[in-house]
């Protein structure tokens, strides 16, 4: 898994360094000092006290190493990612109430105002990039289990093509879904929510955000590349479509690349929206550009969660779908 970790490990410092640098910001902003080391160090420490040691290491080891390694060897190193992952949500959150108490009682002081903020931004940006990684490295390891466990599957029968007209009525029945969430996310947005400004942030002005879209989109899906699970996902696309039954192992492997790629879309726009962020506190002075920057910022975390929503039903089919 060496090469994966230092593949995602690039991509996902690549993304957040143009990130931030079409942001207004450069890369030393999103880089803390003190808490990135000490995020590693905290997170060693519980690793360690967990007895997670030699089953977390063991996912930096080579390929020919890995081939050698057993069902059991491959559980608990999914074990371990999966605590890592949960102790990293647990640190950062840790370490942004702290620092959101110290912002809220310096309030008053604006000398003060930027460095306490950063401080609760770098707490969100550190769990999103090594959240990235993580997913990546356990997406992989998922599939390797599933498929040392598959069992040898009977001959299946070759699924009935769908008609043009069953093809459109899924298509249909999908957009009309998502229509009606956005429908209904829009009226309450515009029935709580009052806008004396002359800017409307949900407009396609703003949502058509060309680097936001690169951000979110072209990253991620290199990412689902590294964890070996492309081709999986849009098999599972298919299958939900066609609404065939599928043997366990097959639903195995196509929620585990749908739940990948929904969780890296989501930590990628978390990532992003954050470098923009922290490149928006660069523009202070001309308040009347806030609202405008921090909509532009927020456009990958928004398409993130759009697709989130749109997977979570996806995900929850194909479990349904399995004999």
């Excluded at 460095?115 to 990684?133: D, S, T």
């Excluded at 998502?178 to 996310?185: K, Q």
Aim: glycine fraction near 6%; charged fraction near 15%.
């Amino acid at each position: 898994m060496l090469i994966e970790y230092t593949l995602s490990f690039i991509l996902a410092g690549a993304t957040a360094t143009i990130c931030s640098l079409t942001s207004g910001g450069i890369i030393w902003n999103i880089v803390n000092t003190s808490f990135f080391p000490g995020l590693l160090l905290i997170l060693a420490i519980m690793i360690i006290l967990a007895g997670h040691r030699k089953a977390f290491l063991r996912v930096l080891d080579g390929p020919k190493k890995f081939r050698n390694y057993g069902l059991k060897d491959l559980k608990d190193m999914e074990l371990s990612l999966s605590f890592a992952f949960k102790s990293l949500l647990y640190i950062c959150l840790f370490y942004l109430l702290i620092s959101s108490i110290y912002f809220y009682l310096n309030f008053e002081n604006t000398q003060t105002l930027g460095f306490n903020l950063a401080a609760v931004m770098y707490a969100v940006f550190n769990f999103a990039f090594f959240g990235l990684i993580m997913i990546t490295i356990k997406g992989k390891l998922k599939a390797k289990i599933i498929a040392f466990m598959a069992e040898p599957e009977p001959s299946e029968k070759k699924p009935q093509r769908l008609t043009e007209k069953e093809i459109f009525l899924q298509v249909s029945k999908i957009l009309i879904c998502i229509a009606l969430i956005a429908g209904v996310y829009l009226f309450i947005i515009y029935h709580d929510i009052r806008n004396e400004s002359l800017s409307e942030p949900l407009s396609i002005y703003y949502m058509r955000d060309i680097p936001g879209l690169v951000y979110i989109f072209i990253p991620t899906f290199l990412l689902l590349t590294i964890s070996g699970n492309f081709k999986n996902f849009f098999a599972a696309l298919k299958i939900s479509i066609r609404n065939e039954k599928i043997s366990v192992t097959k639903k195995a492997i196509s929620v585990n690349a749908v739940e990948t790629l929904r969780l890296l879309f989501l930590l990628e726009g978390i990532m992003c929206a954050v470098c923009g962020y922290i490149g928006m506190l660069f523009y202070l002075e001309d308040r009347s550009m806030l609202g405008i920057n921090f909509a532009v910022a927020s456009v990958p975390l928004i398409y993130g969660l759009l697709f989130n929503l749109v997977m979570l039903p996806v995900e929850s089919k194909l479990s349904r779908l399995a004999d």
